[in-house]
Structure formats: structure tokens, C-alpha cells
């Protein structure tokens, strides 16, 4: 069955970069994009971009362009999303989550979400 | 980029009743738009894709309708777990989610 494994909750200091995992199994890593999504708190749901794990590609919400840095690790199967020039804005929940290829597009699975604190 | 706005941004009501949460587009987005339900602590779950297509496993209380720029989920009799918030998300051009209206009991 198809799960994406999250790492843990990251206390970080402002100022300063984070990088956090999603860890795919069940399926092709290589032939699904994935992508992240944003949560502060008690507000919506805000999409960051996605990479293709196969070759690479990425393509990021211009919001989030110099802020957040896609890659993949294809003998690992695992996403990473590095956050830099950390500001209490960026504290948040983030989710990876993974399309479903085909007809019809929508986010079949979704990680657990880790929780990015900036604080000093 | 298109912007998505959901209404009302909370919404009470009773066991029971029938349900209608609006979700409108800044443009077109050619019926290219799911609902997701999400619970406190939890991720987002899929209910709806492409506009009116129900998720497997997903009570069949929940439906979606639409076209263009103006869409709309219902819940036809609104039970206790569905308290949660729900969020519209556009994929005709780019990635946008709604606002999210937030469905409490009365």
C-alpha cells in the first residue's frame, strides 16, 4: 500500500534553513510527482510545488521561489524540501503529498505533515 | 494566478440538515477542481475530484456540482463526524486551494 513517511517536528532558529523528508513505498517513486503544501496555523491550505522524482524537474508557486528548494533521491525514495532564510511566517505544517497519474488529477495520498517551528 | 474563494467561511448547522458550501474561481477552470475534507490534527482527505466524482469510500451524503467558475459540495444530511473544514483546489492552471469553510454543529 502506497504511504508517505514524514520526518518529525523541527524546532529552528530564525534565520536559519530546515530540511525535511517524505519517505514514499508502495509504488514508483520515479513515476509520480510530489508535491508540498502549507498549513499555518489555523489558516488554508497553501501549494509550494512539486518535483519529478524521475528526472528532477520541479516547478515552484512564484511565492515560494528562493524559499523553498525541491529534490529527490531516487535510491531512497524519498522527497526532501529544504526551507531557508527561516521567519516566524514559515512556521507551519507541511505536507507532501502525491498525485494521482491518469484522467483524472487529484491528491490520492497525502503524508502525515511536519511541523516546522521558527522561534529563537 | 487564479484565486479561489470559498463560502461561507464557517458554516452551523444541524444533524441532519442539508449542506452547501460555494466555491467560486477568479476564471474559468473547465470543471478542474476537487473538494478535500480535513479534521483537527489530520491531513486532508479527497472527496470530490473533478468537480462531481466521488471518492471511493466517501458516503454517498457528499456530492459536488459546477461548471466555469462557480462550484458547489453538498452534504445532503449532515452527520456528526462530517464537522471538519473543507477546502476547494483548482488544477486548470496552476495549484490553488480555497480558503477552506469550516462546518461546526449547531
Known amino acids: 500500500q502506497v504511504q508517505l513517511q514524514q520526518s518529525g517536528a523541527e524546532l529552528v532558529k530564525p534565520g536559519s534553513s530546515v530540511k525535511i523528508s517524505c519517505k514514499a513505498s508502495g509504488y514508483t517513486f520515479t513515476s509520480y510527482d510530489m508535491h508540498w503544501i502549507k498549513q499555518q496555523p489555523g489558516n488554508g491550505l497553501e501549494w509550494i510545488g512539486w518535483?519529478?522524482?524521475?528526472?528532477?524537474?520541479?516547478k515552484y508557486n512564484q511565492k515560494f521561489n528562493g524559499k523553498a528548494t525541491l529534490t529527490a533521491d531516487k535510491s531512497s525514495s524519498t522527497a526532501y524540501m529544504q526551507l531557508s532564510s527561516l521567519t516566524s511566517e514559515d512556521s507551519a505544517v507541511y505536507f507532501c503529498?502525491?498525485?494521482?497519474?491518469?484522467?483524472?488529477?487529484?491528491?490520492?495520498?497525502w503524508g502525515p505533515g511536519t511541523m516546522v517551528t521558527v522561534s529563537s | 494566478d487564479i484565486q479561489m474563494t470559498q463560502s461561507p467561511s464557517v458554516l452551523s448547522a444541524s444533524v441532519g440538515d442539508r449542506v452547501t458550501l460555494s466555491c467560486k474561481a477568479s476564471q474559468n477552470i473547465n470543471k478542474n477542481l476537487d473538494w478535500y475534507q480535513q479534521k483537527l490534527g489530520e491531513a486532508p482527505k479527497l472527496l470530490i475530484y473533478f468537480t462531481n466524482n466521488l471518492q471511493t469510500g466517501i458516503p454517498s451524503r457528499f456530492s459536488g456540482s459546477g461548471s466555469g467558475t462557480d462550484y458547489t459540495l453538498t452534504i445532503s444530511s449532515l452527520q456528526p463526524e462530517d464537522v471538519a473544514t473543507y477546502f476547494c483546489?483548482?488544477?486548470?492552471?496552476?495549484?490553488?486551494f480555497g480558503a477552506g469553510t469550516k462546518l461546526e454543529l449547531k
Open positions: 503529498a502525491r498525485p494521482r497519474g491518469g484522467y483524472y488529477w487529484y491528491f490520492d495520498f
Open positions: 483546489f483548482q488544477y486548470n492552471s496552476g495549484y490553488t
Open positions: 518535483i519529478y522524482p524521475g528526472n528532477g524537474n520541479t
